[in-house]
């Protein structure tokens, strides 16, 4: 995670410090280490900043060269990650034999520049081989791309997410790249956010709204990066959740007092969950 800096108040440096304080006694994680300066929080954290993959990890990547047969991924990892025209689904649908053809309408399918959900198939001598064989993996757009450090999204069950009342998806890839963007109803292993789809009181979002949340996702990745915690589904809603009940602009959500709120909000919830 890059540095992040704000100017805090004396107040709210010293209820940062208090939250921070009670989180780090309910944590049983001895690497984290916060300082204080005079005007500035630095959030430190010894671990190391680049993706470290294995087989099976669900990544987003940036497409950064498309060869004769394959594409070439940034993954923020430090080895050459590819994908082989034959590791991913056709557009047609169909299994079959790829064709010269198929080379040369590569571009058609990923170009320089897109962004792709993928999975790390396995490793060999030249890298690290990825592939996109279901209709969850593949380009994605409509949203917005987010990096964080890579420690900050553990392995889980489940990376893909749909926040249904919202309207939108949130995949959190185990390389510290996060998707927020519109809701793809042809994703087929999105679990909805403990909402019951047959439950009445749910309201489709209106589209006019879902850009809107696309951003208070992001800002509350944004946010819970800058302070440092791990990423989970459950927090994120949390914080798109307090910026909405506090109506709180979309701007603002990167600012000292909300980020000093996430904290507070934070400890006094797994002290919540602590007791229970």
């Given at each position: 995670m890059r540095g992040n800096q704000l100017q805090f108040s004396q107040f709210q440096k010293l209820r940062l410090q208090k939250a921070l304080d009670k989180l780090e006694s309910l944590s049983s994680?001895?690497?984290?280490l916060w300082s204080v300066l005079t005007s500035t929080y630095v959030f430190v954290r010894s671990l190391l900043s680049r993706y470290k993959p294995k087989a099976g990890d669900i990544v987003i990547g940036r497409v950064i060269e498309v060869g004769q047969n394959r594409w070439r991924l940034d993954i923020n990892c430090g080895q050459n990650a590819y994908m082989?025209?034959?590791?991913?689904?056709?557009?047609d649908g169909l299994q079959r034999r790829r064709t010269a053809l198929d080379e040369l309408n590569m571009r058609c399918?990923?170009?320089?520049?897109?962004?792709i959900c993928v999975i790390v198939?396995?490793?060999?001598?030249?890298?690290l081989y990825l592939q996109a064989r279901s209709q969850k993996y593949g380009k994605l757009s409509s949203g917005q791309l987010l990096t964080v450090a890579p420690y900050l999204v553990k392995r889980q069950n489940q990376h893909f997410h749909h926040l249904e009342h919202y309207g939108i998806d949130l995949i959190l890839g185990c390389n510290?790249?996060?998707?927020v963007g519109e809701h793809v109803e042809a994703r087929d292993d999105m679990i909805e956010d403990q909402i019951n789809q047959s439950d009445p009181q749910v309201l489709i979002p209106n589209k006019n709204y879902t850009?809107?949340?696309?951003?208070?996702?992001?800002?509350?990745?944004?946010a819970l990066s800058t302070l440092g915690f791990i990423l989970t589904l459950e927090i994120i809603k949390g914080v798109i959740d307090l910026s909405l009940s506090t109506n709180l602009d979309i701007h603002d959500m990167l600012g000292s007092e909300f980020c000093v709120l996430v904290a507070e909000k934070e400890a006094e919830r797994r002290s919540s969950n602590k007791n229970l």
């Open positions: 994680d001895s690497s984290v082989m025209l034959s590791a991913m689904n056709m557009p399918i990923f170009e320089e520049e897109d962004v198939r396995d490793f060999q001598h030249d890298g510290g790249f996060i998707w850009s809107e949340y696309i951003c208070r996702a992001a800002d509350a990745v944004r």
